[in-house]
């Protein structure tokens, strides 16, 4: 049982170029999402998917994309990239759990640091 | 997204000493959920503990027990007998939803606690 697995762990992107952050859970997790994390700083909700096929923004959705046609992947693009993206990327997944108030810990991947210069 | 405040950037504690990190939140949900992790430097992200909104006992886990004063919206970690592998960034994050829904997180800005020999 992997977790959550994220491919590349560190990448350096030219101003302009496009990338996709892989991600991918083997726990059957219902939901995902994707964080970045600023130096020194929480970290933000950039998209999140409640299942396949449903994604909506978090806080911080400009200048990205994402798609969950399966359960276990959820893919984070970069279309183009800007100096303002360079952060550590977080994906996350946690279970259903039916009820208000109901325990729902998020797992997380290692991260990718993603620099653009 | 509703606030997350930590007030402590970073803190110092000897080694075996507890020590008290800070949070407080913004809510107008009756019901929602406090999380600690924790961040090592190597960068994961590592789950502590929760508190349900309707939880009557403060959650303990281990070490670590938070104290949980819903009026005051304040949800405190404490790490007692605190160890040099506790040296971490600590943040604080709110479960956002109406459960069933989804369960996004809101973090705070992190604390740094370094553990003292």
């Known amino acids: 049982n992997a977790g959550v697995t994220q491919t590349p762990k560190f990448r350096i992107l030219k101003i302009g170029q496009s990338m996709t952050l892989q991600c991918t859970q083997d726990m059957n997790h219902n939901y995902m999402y994707w964080y970045r994390q600023d130096p020194g700083m929480g970290l933000k909700l950039i998209y999140y998917?409640?299942?396949?096929?449903?994604?909506d923004k978090g806080e911080v959705p400009n200048g990205y994309n994402v798609s969950r046609s399966t359960t276990e992947d959820f893919p984070l693009r970069l279309e183009l990239a800007a100096p303002s993206q360079t952060s550590v990327y977080f994906c996350?997944?946690?279970?259903?759990?039916?009820?208000?108030?109901?325990?729902?810990?998020?797992?997380f991947g290692p991260g990718t640091r993603l620099t653009v210069l | 997204a509703q606030k997350i405040t930590q007030t402590q950037p970073g803190m110092f504690v000897q080694e075996k000493e507890a020590v008290t990190l800070d949070c407080t939140y913004d809510t107008s949900d009756p019901s929602y959920g406090l999380f600690w992790y924790k961040q090592p430097s190597s960068g994961e992200m590592i789950f502590l503990i929760y508190q349900g909104s309707y939880d009557q006992q403060n959650a303990t886990e281990g070490r670590y027990s938070l104290n949980f004063q819903k009026a005051r919206k304040s949800a405190n970690l404490v790490i007692s007998a605190s160890q040099l592998g506790d040296s971490a960034m600590y943040f604080c994050a709110r479960r956002e939803g109406r459960g069933g829904n989804d369960y996004k997180l809101s973090f705070g800005a992190g604390t740094t606690v370094t553990v003292r020999a």
């Open positions: 996350a997944s946690s279970p259903r759990v039916g009820g208000a108030g109901g325990y729902n810990e998020q797992f």
């Open positions: 998917s409640v299942g396949a096929g449903i994604t």
